[in-house]
């Protein structure tokens, strides 16, 4: 599912910013999707943690290959060895069964989620072992499709902006917090532009 706003969002983008525009122009067509699973979301997020998108990839798909049916109950019953043959860390196992607990347990309120801001989503997401800031800044940007979130801990989005705006030279949290002041309320579209912008197998959680 693309989100509602997202033309609205590239064409606020690439009035104010010239870099975005061109980027904007260049994939086309391309939009953020929505898997629809707040699970299957959360457990990508956690696979794909301090890896690249294309090695984070290649694990999930290993993951399928063994447990066909992604859900709660089957990554928590799941062998750890044979999560380990796919290329999990003994702490990503750890991890998503703790995760796969919350969901069988029903600890995480989903019937309130669309009614909490972004900073109390957050706060609620990083109670679960494993879970922090990013992984739930990835949650709130794929599956609860919130249009202004910027992951300032996200490495590739560092080197895009530090690419495109500063001639390769390092960016700090500051740097990026001014630079996407113009992006608001976008700036998870712009986020999903310039992770585009380096790899062209589309970031999906």
């Not at 997202?6 to 994939?27: G, N, P, V, Y």
């Not at 067509?29 to 990839?57: D, M």
């Not at 976008?186 to 970031?203: H, I, M, N």
Request: glycine content about 4%; overall charge positive; aromatic content about 10%.
């Amino acid at each position: 599912m693309t989100p509602p706003y997202w033309q609205q969002a590239i064409q606020e983008l690439a009035a104010c910013d010239k870099i975005m525009r061109h980027l904007i122009q260049s994939f086309d067509g391309a939009t953020l999707t929505s898997r629809g699973c707040a699970f299957t979301t959360l457990a990508r997020s956690i696979v794909g943690q301090q890896i690249s998108v294309k090695a984070a990839e290649s694990v999930w798909q290993k993951i399928i290959s063994v447990i066909p049916y992604i859900t709660p109950h089957t990554i928590f019953s799941a062998d750890h060895d044979l999560l380990r043959t796919c290329g999990l860390s003994a702490r990503k196992i750890t991890y998503l069964q703790d995760l796969s607990k919350y969901f069988m347990r029903g600890t995480l309120n989903k019937t309130i989620w669309a009614e909490m801001d972004d900073e109390a989503l957050i706060t609620q997401l990083i109670q679960v072992k494993g879970i922090g800031r990013w992984t739930a800044e990835m949650f709130l940007i794929f599956h609860m499709q919130r249009p202004d979130i910027l992951p300032v801990d996200d490495i590739g989005l560092q080197r895009a902006i530090s690419r495109h705006y500063y001639n390769n030279q390092p960016v700090d949290k500051r740097i990026m917090i001014e630079l996407a002041k113009s992006w608001q309320p976008w700036r998870s579209v712009a986020t999903w532009y310039l992770w585009r912008s380096l790899d062209p197998l589309p970031v999906e959680y």
